[in-house]
């Protein structure tokens, strides 16, 4: 019997391994695996996504208007330069499929984020990891991959799972050594979390000029992983070409309510960072005061190394049994490592007495 077959491509993908959210037979979980934010979700948002319930036989707004003049305001920059997303993940695999495609190469580094990988692939690219330095992306090794058949080059900055940031000056040479028909995309996921005041997530870049692309997330800071909306700031072309491809009412109805909602609610930001850099810094000297290694991060995560893979397999299966859920790094080629996500103080509390009882009895 013949049965339908998938694309090559396809069948060459593994498929994205997700923050895992259960433990069986342990009833209170600390889910500290996916990078969501320490608050839940913002109080006005949950207001707006119950106020929407009587309207969800309504179809959303195609274009995500409302959405994307609030991601203007807030943001100062033209709404008709925004495209949301169900997620920055949509955006990703439509960049992919637009731009790459069978014969083409897409870039990242090796400690990138892994859809990179997925949607490149699953679009018929190549995709090529170059090395890094220090875990932090390596501008010199990404110009020396490229050739006449790359098309795309994808930099998260913040880096998801390193939590590494290329300084602005690394990021502007890398665009400037790049040919002008490479779409250079900034995956700006964690923008909010950095304080450097040198940083840009990628607004002067699409500005500059016609090939650059900066991808954000209501995921992260603003506590809406579960609502899928991500967004887009790009030159009128790479708009312009989104548009035609992308799910025509991609963001849902009580998505787009949310994400206005959050956006307006007051000072929830600010709180939100202030609470993820003091937290992550305790925790992170709390591990190493016990012994364990972790990387500097400026993210809402960071990773803590344990020199070996068999090493963190145990840290990993000991925090599981105290009920506290991180992210192990197999996937991403660091088996020695594990990626903690900054929660609530109580959370970081149990994180760092479980690795230090770990450290001294595991
Ligand atoms: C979480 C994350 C995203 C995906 O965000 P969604 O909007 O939830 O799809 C994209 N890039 C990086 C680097 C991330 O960590």
Redesign the pocket.
């Given at each position: 019997m013949t049965a339908p077959r998938p694309r090559d491509d396809v069948m060459k993908i593994h498929a994205y391994v997700g923050g895992e959210s259960k433990i069986p037979g342990v009833n209170r979980i600390i889910k500290l695996s996916s990078?969501e934010g320490a608050f839940g979700p913002p109080q006005a948002a949950q207001a707006a996504f119950a106020r929407v319930a009587a309207e969800i036989h309504r179809y959303p707004d195609g274009g995500s208007v409302e959405l994307r003049r609030a991601i203007g305001a807030r943001f100062g920059l033209s709404p008709e330069r925004i495209v949301c997303g169900t997620?920055?993940?949509e955006l990703?695999q439509h960049l992919c499929l637009i731009y790459g495609g069978p014969g083409t190469d897409i870039i990242m580094s090796l400690h990138g984020?892994s859809?990179y990988q997925i949607a490149g692939t699953y679009a018929g690219s190549r995709v090529l990891k170059t090395p890094e330095r220090n875990l932090t992306a390596d501008v010199d090794a990404m110009l020396a991959a490229v050739t006449a058949a790359t098309r795309v080059v994808f930099l998260?900055n913040p880096?998801?799972p390193t939590g590494s940031l290329l300084p602005q000056s690394e990021v502007e040479r890398l665009r400037r050594g790049l040919p002008e028909d490479v779409l250079l995309v900034l995956?700006a996921?964690?923008a909010e979390y950095v304080t450097d005041p040198a940083y840009d997530a990628g607004t002067k870049l699409v500005d500059a000029g016609e090939n650059t692309v900066m991808?954000r997330?209501?995921?992260?800071v603003f506590g809406l992983?579960g609502m899928?909306?991500?967004w887009a700031y790009a030159p009128p072309a790479v708009v312009d070409a989104l548009n035609r491809v992308r799910g025509v009412f991609n963001v849902n109805l009580a998505a787009q309510a949310a994400a206005v909602a959050a956006l307006a609610e007051p000072g929830w930001v600010e709180r939100s960072v202030a609470h993820t850099t003091e937290w992550r810094e305790w925790l992170r000297a709390a591990l190493e005061s016990a012994g364990i290694k972790t990387w500097p991060s400026v993210g809402n995560f960071f990773l803590a190394d344990f020199a070996t893979a068999e090493r963190a397999a145990a840290a990993n299966a000991w925090l599981k049994a105290r009920g506290i859920i991180v992210r192990a790094m197999g996937s991403y080629d660091l088996p020695h490592c594990l990626r903690i996500t900054v929660g609530t103080e109580e959370e970081c509390g149990l994180v760092a007495d479980a690795l230090k009882d770990f450290a001294a009895h595991g």
């Open positions: 990078n997620g920055s993940d990703i984020f859809m998260a880096n998801n995956d996921a964690y991808l997330t209501f995921s992260k992983g899928r909306v991500g």
